[in-house]
Every structure is written in structure tokens, then in C-alpha cells.
């Protein structure tokens, strides 16, 4: 952490939970704005819609901006899906849905894709099941 000040960089760590803010991490929803991260079954919903029905993408207060946080994967993944998804289909998604979608300046840029393993078992919050 030491390092990270001293080049004026941050950490930021977010959670779905609001209870975490005595320890330094930040309830998401009251600092990003976010897109339901589902791509669909079959890999063909690029649509850019909020995750929180109360927090619309291009949400503007007086003086804050929320963080704009993108996810992008299927329902299910798998390494092959992921190969085909993060490539041109992601840079669409960015350019003609979500960057229009949250109001997002065109200097905006993604930081990094990941591929998933065998041993990826996450299911978001939101998902069911």
C-alpha cells in the first residue's frame, strides 16, 4: 500500500455489501454505476442495462460521478466462450451499448479481460440458482 501512495495511485475495494465500510471497503452501488454482467445463454445479449433498477448508468449528482464498472460474461463460462467473447464482441459492447449507455467519455479504456479455468465456480449475487 505504501507504494501505491507514494505513486499516487489507489485501491479501491468495493462489495454488494453495506456493511463492510468500517473496514475500508466501499458498498458498491453507493460509488459505481454498473451493467448486469450477462451475456445470455448463448453469448448474444450484448445489451448495456443497469444492475440496480434505482441506479441508472448515466447517474449524475452535484459534484460525483459515479465509477463506471463493466461486466461482461455468459451465463455458464467456459475458456472456449471467453475466447470468443472478450475479443471484438467485447470492444462492440464497450463502444456501441455501454459507452453510450452510462455517457462515457470515448477516452475511456478497459483494463483487462480474464479467461475463466476449470476451477471458476463464481456465481454473482444477482444470478439464479
Given amino acids: 500500500m505504501t507504494g501505491l501512495v507514494a505513486s499516487r495511485k489507489r485501491l479501491l475495494i468495493f462489495s454488494d455489501e453495506g456493511d463492510r465500510e468500517h473496514l475500508g471497503v466501499m458498498h458498491d452501488k453507493a460509488w459505481t454505476v454498473s451493467n448486469h454482467w450477462s451475456l445470455g445463454d448463448l453469448g448474444d445479449d450484448v445489451s448495456c442495462v443497469t444492475r440496480w433498477a434505482d441506479v441508472p448508468l448515466d447517474r449524475r449528482e452535484p459534484g460525483f460521478r459515479g465509477l463506471f464498472t463493466m461486466s461482461h460474461h455468459r451465463n455458464v463460462p467456459t475458456v472456449i466462450n471467453a475466447a470468443l467473447d472478450n475479443g471484438a464482441k467485447l470492444r462492440d459492447r464497450i463502444d456501441r451499448t455501454c459507452r453510450p449507455?452510462?455517457?462515457?467519455?470515448?477516452?475511456?479504456?478497459?483494463?483487462?479481460?480474464?479467461?475463466?479455468?476449470?476451477?471458476?465456480?463464481?456465481?454473482?449475487?444477482?444470478?439464479?440458482?
Fill in 101 to 129: 449507455a452510462a455517457a462515457i467519455p470515448t477516452s475511456w479504456r478497459s483494463t483487462s479481460t480474464a479467461s475463466p479455468t476449470a476451477a471458476d465456480t463464481h456465481r454473482p449475487r444477482s444470478s439464479p440458482g
